[in-house]
């Protein structure tokens, strides 16, 4: 089994780094424009996986809400008032 050292890894993250600004055709920009590409790459990555986050929570609330114990006239008044049902209602 090969040692796994510093410049390994650095080798190895170099050559990620430069797949991904030839695949992206990075290297033909500036600093400046690499900069601000990324830049906005990462805020989108971060709202994409923020609200899929929220998009997640909300639909296994909504799927544990729909299957709870209870009649649906209940659960349809509760809702439409504010409430969120619960058993002991």
């Known amino acids: 089994m090969r040692k796994l050292s510093f410049s390994h890894i650095g080798t190895w993250i170099r050559s990620k780094i ?23 790459m990462i805020l989108l990555l971060c709202v994409l996986c923020y609200n899929g986050s ?3 929570v909300e639909s ?7 299957t709870s114990a209870g009649s649906h006239e209940d659960k349809f008044m509760n809702m439409h008032m504010g409430h969120h049902y619960s058993p002991s209602n």
Do not use: K, P, S
């Open 18 to 40: 430069f797949l991904y600004n030839v695949t992206y055709g990075l290297y033909m920009l500036d600093w400046w424009e690499r900069y601000l590409f990324n830049t906005i």
């Open 54 to 56: 929220r998009f997640a």
């Open 60 to 66: 296994l609330e909504r799927i544990i809400w729909n």
